[in-house]
Structures are given as C-alpha cells and as structure tokens.
C-alpha cells in the first residue's frame, strides 16, 4: 500500500508494537533472523495480530537507507502534533512540564537524538518548526530507538508565538547560547521550563532568541567551542532533570 510508511530497526519496530500496534500493519524479518530478540517481537506481533513476513535482507537493503537490523515493518502515517494539541497536553499535564524546542535542527539524525534524550530526560514533548527542520522520519526513528513513538513531536506554523504563549502559561523559556553571560548550571531549571536548542552553527534565529526570558551557555573547558545540538540538548536536560530531583528531595 502506497500510503503506508517504512519504519526499521528492533527498537523502532519493538516501540510501535508496544504503543501503537494498530498502526503496525505488516512485518519483514531478514531470513535466517531467528534470535531471542526476534522472538519477543514475534510475541508482541502475535499478541496484536499483525502480520510477519520474511524477505531476503538484500531485498530489505533496497527499502531503506540505513541499517535495518533484519527487521522492516510497514505502519500507517504517523501523526505530528500541531498547536491545539499542545495546548491539551499542557492542560491534562500536573506538575512543571519541561518542553524542549528545537530552533532550525534540520539533521534527522540529530532529531531523533533529541526525542531519544528528551524521552529519557522526562520532557513532556519536543517543538519544531514546521519550515526548516526535520521532521519524522525513518531515520529519526531509527536514531530515536524507540523515544519517537512515545515522546510527542509538536510542528508549529509560528515558533515565536507558540513561545509566547507558554510564557503566558507561566513557563519560563531558556535559550541556550555561546556568548550567554550565564552558564547553565547557574540557572534555576526546577520549574516549568521550555528549553530551546538552536541550529548547528546559526544558533537560535533572531526572533527566537527575543522571547527567551533567559539566556545560558555550556561551559567549554577544551579547544572546540561548541557541541554537537544533540549532546547540548542531553547535557541541558539532564541538569534540569538533577535540579528537579534536587528539589522534590529538599521538599
């Protein structure tokens, strides 16, 4: 079927079974692959009444571009949220939700880092651009192992009136920068947080940077002068994660 998608890799497959088994509509397993870690996914098939097929793995090679670990399943579109959804998200949401918004990350590989770290930080979901950025795909389901099927991906038409409208809720928006006065560990991130990563190079765009109550910058103790956006995003999450944990210990 023409409008079903390519998703690869044990832990992408293994994702969508477990959460969204109606999407999964058939899988291809490389023959000869028969190893415990197919046999639970063969149980977790089983147990939704999807459909496995084997394929020889130089057919499977031409599917995909990327390393398909002998397991290919077909699944209906995935959804990308959009701005009303968010906004649901937050109101169902107890506690200080921690966001991340990703500022002109075109790189899948790098986005679906960042869903991975932002799934395993305990973000509440990740923000996009819906121009100029990368957006769901094999790959970013591939590098995501599995954080794309659980980790809410938000594509918004305006970024800086989206940011607007969480600092009208009460969150408080960081951006993150080179030449930030402030390093990241100095600032409070116990609370409601939207944390935003810029672009490799570029940095956060003009207007972004404007609606950031806060600026910060990692501390960089070697020659290179930056990171790789996907090894920010998880240094900065993770210090908001250890700051929150701090402070549920203190309370």
């Known amino acids: 079927m023409s ?16 959460h969204h088994p109606k999407r999964v509509k058939q899988i291809w397993l490389a023959e000869g ?33 990327g390393v398909h670990q002998g397991v290919i399943a077909d699944v209906s579109p995935s959804q ?5 959804m968010l906004e649901e998200l937050l109101d169902r949401t107890e506690g200080a939700p921690l966001l991340l918004v990703l500022d002109g990350v075109t790189d899948p590989h790098n986005l ?5 770290t932002a799934n395993a930080a305990g973000a509440l979901a990740v923000i996009i ?33 989206t ?8 969150l408080w928006v960081v951006g993150t920068a080179g030449e930030a006065e402030q390093e990241i560990y100095d600032q409070d991130l116990s609370g409601p947080i939207v944390m935003v990563m810029g672009a490799e190079g570029k940095g956060m765009r003009r207007l972004t940077r404007e609606h950031c109550d806060f600026l910060v910058r990692l501390p960089m103790g070697g020659s290179v002068s930056s990171l790789n956006v996907s090894v920010a995003t998880g240094v900065c999450l993770f210090e908001a994660l250890r700051q929150r944990r701090s402070a549920r210990s203190a309370s």
Do not use: F
């Not at 940011?163 to 009460?170: A, I, M, P, T, Y």
């Open 80 to 84: 990308v949220w959009g701005d009303a």
């Open 112 to 116: 679906g880092a960042c869903l991975r």
């Open 33 to 65: 692959r028969d190893d415990p870690r197919v046999q639970n996914l063969l149980q977790l098939a089983a147990e939704s009444k999807v459909r496995v097929g084997q394929c020889e793995r130089r057919e499977m090679d031409a599917w995909v571009e």
């Open 129 to 161: 651009p819906k121009d100029k950025s990368a957006t769901l795909n094999a790959t970013v389901r591939k590098v995501a192992c599995g954080a794309a099927e659980v980790i809410p991906l938000v594509a918004v038409t305006n970024l800086a009136r």
């Open 3 to 18: 409008d079903l998608e390519k998703v690869y890799g044990l832990h992408a497959v293994e994702a969508l079974l477990r």
């Open 163 to 170: 940011l607007e409208k969480l600092q009208q809720r009460g």
